[in-house]
C-alpha cells in the first residue's frame, strides 16, 4: 500500500514538473514530449503538435483526435511501458531557427538501447512535435 502510494505520488510530482517546464528551446520541448509520451498524458501531447499554418479549426480538432487514437493504440501495444529512461541530445538547428532536429536515446526495461530524431517546428516561440 506504501510503495503504491509513494508510486502515484512520485508520478503527479512528474507530471507537475513537467507541465511547468518551458519550451523555449528545443531540447526542453523535447524533454516534454518524451516524458508526456512515457506518462502516457496523450492528451497534452497532442497540445505540443505544430499544424500547417491555415488549418481551420475543425481540421485541428480533427486531426488531434486522430493523433490521440494512434498514440492510445501504439501505447496498447506495449512500447511506452518498456521505456525505462531517454536522454535528450543537442539539437541541430535549421539556418533559419525555425525548425530543429533533436537526437534522443532511449533504454528499455530489456536493457536494450534505440536513438531516434525527433523533429520540431518553432510556432509562436514554442517549439513543437511535426510528424515528418
Do not use: H
Not at 27 to 32: I, L, M, V
Not at 86 to 115: C, H, M, P, Q, R
Not at 120 to 129: A, E, N, S, Y
Amino acid at each position: 500500500m506504501v510503495k503504491k502510494l509513494f508510486f502515484s505520488l512520485f508520478a503527479f510530482i512528474g507530471i507537475v514538473l513537467v507541465s511547468c517546464s518551458s519550451t523555449d528551446s528545443p531540447e526542453s520541448a523535447a524533454k516534454k514530449y518524451m516524458q508526456l509520451r512515457i506518462d502516457g498524458n496523450y492528451e497534452e501531447l497532442v497540445e505540443y503538435v505544430a499544424y500547417d499554418e491555415g488549418t481551420s479549426k475543425e481540421e485541428l480538432e480533427k486531426g488531434k483526435a486522430m493523433i490521440l487514437a494512434l498514440l492510445q493504440a501504439a501505447s496498447g501495444m506495449g512500447e511506452q511501458e518498456k521505456i525505462k529512461s531517454f536522454e535528450v541530445g543537442t539539437a541541430e538547428v535549421s539556418e533559419d531557427g525555425n525548425t530543429a532536429t533533436v537526437k534522443i536515446s532511449y533504454l528499455y526495461e530489456d536493457g536494450k538501447t534505440k536513438d531516434d530524431d525527433l523533429t520540431l517546428k518553432k510556432v509562436d516561440g514554442k517549439w513543437l512535435w511535426t510528424m515528418e
